[in-house]
Nanobody, 117 residues
C-alpha cells in the first residue's frame, strides 16, 4: 500500500505561479513512476505530467508543456509540480498518483487549484 498526500493548492490569479507537493509513504519500492492528474468540474480526470522513479525522464500533456515542471525529491519521498503562467483553464482538483505494475494504482485525495481571470 502507498499513501499519497497532496498539498499546496489555492486560489491564484491568471499569470501567477503555484507549487503542489505530494508526500509518499508506505511500500513505494515497487513504484516505477509518479504523476499528476487533474479533474475540472464536469470533466473527466486527465493526465498532466509524469516522472519516472529515477527522476530522469519526464512527460507532459501539451496544454501544460513549457509552463509546468514536475520533479521529485527522493530523499524526502516527495513529488512536486511547479506551475507557472497559470490560466483559468488550469482550474481543477489536482491528484498525485503512483504507478506500480503498469497501472496507476494509488491516488491522493486531491488538492483544489482555482485560477481567476
Amino acid at each position: 500500500q502507498v499513501e499519497l498526500v497532496e498539498s499546496g493548492g489555492g486560489l491564484v490569479r491568471a499569470g501567477d505561479s503555484l507549487r503542489l507537493s505530494c508526500a509518499a509513504s508506505g511500500r513505494t519500492f515497487a513504484t516505477t513512476a509518479m504523476g499528476w492528474f487533474r479533474q475540472a468540474p464536469g470533466a473527466e480526470r486527465e493526465f498532466v505530467a509524469r516522472i519516472n522513479w529515477i527522476g530522469d525522464t519526464t512527460y507532459y500533456t501539451d496544454s501544460v508543456n513549457g509552463r509546468f515542471t514536475i520533479s521529485r525529491d527522493s530523499a524526502k519521498n516527495t513529488l512536486y509540480v511547479q506551475m507557472n503562467s497559470l490560466k483559468p483553464e488550469d482550474t481543477a482538483v489536482y491528484y498525485c498518483a503512483a504507478r506500480q505494475g503498469g497501472s496507476w494504482n494509488y491516488w491522493g485525495q486531491g488538492t483544489q487549484v482555482t485560477v481567476s481571470s
